[in-house]
């Protein structure tokens, strides 16, 4: 008996993944062209979350503006605090003491330490290993502890200004910080028991989301996402800053640009990360937390209380329409926050407000990445690799 | 003082372009004409000592307030793997002509924020795959990223479907 | 002697909507439409420490089909109002709104041209929590507020 070839008339199915969607990373819409289960094409939209914090920072000054730049990637707050402070620094031309830069290196790593375990908690949901979440988000609710101690907040810390720190460490703050130190080794290895050879958690993340590494640095992509692709770059190490050079880490590098590289990239960081902490918090040096010049942050406040120029100085710089003034320029500066390379592009026209600032977003240039990756990928496959590049929508969109 | 060799080697083979050069806090642009910006960039691409091959980011200024040769002015900042140094590009655009050639040929990387600079300051780039609004939504009118953009818009917020 | 000496304490005497109400306030299930930071301390009253489970609202909707609550977490631009508001639509009745942040209540630190500065602008909300973002005390205070308004809702008077 002869068998007839059907003619299946097929179509292809266009999907829309988001912006309302169970997968926890935000307002993110990808338009998914499906044959089946398999993705022809996928596109992202993005501007869900604008807001317009670039046409925002026209009209308020520079210390108003470090408060803006707590919203941008909201899981990692600090590190966009000592971003724009270091980029204003640097305009400026000054530098802050010796104290105000370990105290910074220790809050950055402390953030970055909440960022992976958040981004790794994340994705372990997304897939099914919900236990991961809740362990990882104890650790962080310790970390949130620290970081109300220190600036005031769990989550919009504000805690750097031009010229230094909100205020100094509490007493007692560098021991809960190695007290912190000390039980988070535990967690993350027994995250690893859980998850390193665990055969799903290989089935679903090892040789998904492949990206090459001379296609990575076309691509523009930073932070994980390029180590993971055997690209050894990271901006503390190339270019440092705010005594990054004085203290002893590796960068972990991945091999095969993957999606269990990136988990694995991640993990090492944390570790790394701690490593930093603990040599700022073993020689942190005395002294103060801001720099000596009234005109740019408020001198002590016995000076602000008993003296005419020092109630003066206070005001110059905190009255509204008021601000310290810097000179006429342009600057770019760049700091390794836990997504890659964000830049501030900052121009200033010598006037109390800054004239343009540009944010650039780590979110932004990688997720460009996305539908090189997803072509012939199934569905599923999507959010795995959604969730491993880490886009913030905060930061993604601004 | 010396300058930096891109600078010299800019001025040499792109004399017409080459308006000036600025440093300032360690920075260093050069300020050029949008005409041959593609050319530039496969130059400092591709030649051998400089090997700009990490496109960091694309945007762009509105000198409106400011007095400046043209209004806008597109900045490319560049980094060199190799080399360890990074350089800023600043092509000026006239306001009547806002028209530039699109990098996305060398540098896939610079898709999306050529589109971001298309949506928020209405610069056009010729030559790119698919140029077409990425923050705002798809049927905003106007450029707000302008200096002649009001900060709290034009009504947008405000007309939307009230539900009881 | 009568009724009551047969039946003797197994017979609760009680109102439908008393009934109904309890039912409903005590199993809540948020449909939460995170947008920025306030989702993630949306999530954190959700994990072990400021466990929202002992509320009866742990079991999260993703789609607006099965939910009863909408917590709209964070900033909304004019991209996503559409969104917020078509999904606000399929909710079925009954349903409530908690508008949580600064930024959804009225805008927030952000008047700019593409923030919708307050949904309750357009879409009918309950409670407002205060707070940029607020602390997840904060979230399950207003929980404990819907449970009360659940309360004392009646299954005649919704439409």
Redesign the interface.
């Known amino acids: 008996m002869e068998e007839k070839d059907l003619d299946l008339q097929t179509e292809i199915l266009v999907l829309n993944f988001g912006p309302q969607h169970p997968s926890t990373h935000g307002t993110l819409r990808i338009v998914m062209e499906l044959s089946g289960e398999v993705a022809v094409k996928a596109t992202p939209v993005i501007g869900y979350l604008h807001t317009g914090f670039e046409k925002l920072s026209e009209h308020l000054d520079y210390n108003q503006f470090i408060c803006v730049t707590d919203r941008m990637n909201y899981l990692s707050p600090l590190n966009n605090n000592i971003g724009f402070a270091i980029a204003v620094e640097k305009l400026l031309g000054i530098e802050v003491p010796k104290r105000a830069q370990y105290i910074r290196v220790i809050m950055a790593e402390l953030s970055r330490i909440s960022d992976h375990l958040l981004s790794i908690g994340a994705q372990a949901l997304d897939l099914g290993a919900f236990t991961v979440f809740l362990y990882f988000y104890e650790e962080r609710e310790k970390l949130y502890d620290l970081f109300e101690w220190a600036t005031g907040s769990r989550l919009t810390t504000t805690y750097t200004r031009i010229g230094g720190l909100m205020r100094d460490l509490p007493e007692g703050f560098e021991d809960a910080v190695k007290k912190f130190c000390k039980g988070l080794p535990k967690v993350i290895k027994e995250v690893e028991i859980l998850l390193n050879r665990n055969k799903i958690w290989l089935g679903r993340t090892r040789d998904i989301g492949v990206v090459s590494g001379e296609d990575a640095v076309n691509y523009g992509l930073t932070g994980p996402c390029l180590r993971a692709a055997n690209v050894e770059w990271d901006i503390r190490k190339m270019e440092p800053y705010s005594s990054y050079d004085e203290f002893e880490f590796d960068i972990p590098v991945g091999e095969n640009g993957d999606v269990y590289d990136r988990y694995l990239v991640r993990m090492e960081e944390m570790r790394q990360s701690m490593r930093i902490i603990e040599q700022a918090v073993e020689n942190l040096p005395e002294g103060p937390v801001d720099i000596d010049n009234p005109k740019v942050r408020i001198p002590k406040k016995d000076d602000v209380y008993n003296t005419m120029e020092g109630m003066i100085h206070h005001f110059e710089i905190f009255m509204k329409n008021r601000g310290f003034i810097p000179p006429v320029g342009e600057v770019y500066s760049s700091t390794e926050v836990p997504n890659g390379e964000l830049g501030f592009f900052i121009v200033s026209d010598g006037g109390r407000c800054p004239y343009r600032v540009r944010i650039r977003p780590p979110s932004l240039v990688n997720y460009q990445v996305f539908p090189m990756m997803m072509e012939g990928r199934m569905l599923s496959d999507a959010v795995a690799i959604l969730e491993s590049l880490n886009i913030i929508a905060g930061e993604l969109d601004r | 003082m010396n300058k930096r060799p891109e600078i010299e080697e800019i001025k040499a083979r792109f004399p017409e372009s080459y308006i000036r050069d600025e440093e300032f806090r360690g920075d260093i642009s050069i300020v050029v004409r949008k005409d041959r910006i593609f050319d530039i960039f496969k130059f400092l691409k591709e030649d051998e000592n400089f090997l700009y091959n990490f496109l960091v980011d694309v945007t762009c200024v509105d000198y409106l307030k400011l007095n400046e040769i043209e209004r806008f002015a597109v900045v490319y900042h560049l980094y060199s793997h190799k080399n360890n140094s990074r350089i800023r590009i600043k092509a000026l655009v006239p306001e009547k002509d806002t028209v530039i050639s699109s990098v996305c040929s060398l540098w896939k990387g610079a898709n999306w924020m050529e589109r971001e600079v298309f949506d928020l300051f209405g610069i056009e780039f010729t030559g790119h795959p698919d140029l077409r609004r990425i923050l705002t939504p798809d049927d905003f009118t106007g450029h707000p990223l302008r200096k002649d953009y009001p900060l709290k818009g034009r009504g947008e917020r405000e007309n939307f479907k009230v539900v009881k | 002697m009568g009724i009551e000496s047969l039946l003797k304490s197994n017979i609760l005497v009680t109102t439908v909507d008393a009934v109904v109400n309890w039912g409903r306030k005590y199993s809540l299930w948020p449909m939460p439409?995170?947008?920025?930071?306030c989702?993630?301390?949306f999530?954190?009253t959700l994990?072990?420490?400021y466990d929202m489970g002992r509320f009866g609202a742990e079991r999260l909707s993703?789609s607006p089909r099965q939910a009863d609550l909408m917590v709209v977490a964070?900033?909304v631009?004019?991209?996503?109002?559409?969104?917020v508001?078509r999904?606000?639509?399929e909710i079925p009745e009954p349903k409530w709104c908690i508008a949580m942040g600064a930024c959804a209540s009225s805008g927030g630190?952000?008047?700019?041209?593409?923030?919708?500065?307050g949904i309750d602008?357009?879409?009918?909300v309950d409670v407002y929590i205060a707070g940029?973002?607020p602390?997840p005390e904060g979230v399950l205070d207003a929980l404990v507020k819907i449970q009360k308004l659940v309360e004392q809702d009646s299954i005649k008077k919704r439409k």
């Open positions: 439409m995170g947008t920025a930071c989702a993630i301390e999530m954190s994990a072990s420490r993703f964070g900033r631009s004019i991209k996503m109002m559409p969104v508001i999904i606000w639509e630190v952000f008047d700019t041209y593409t923030l919708v500065q602008q357009f879409i009918p940029c973002p602390r």
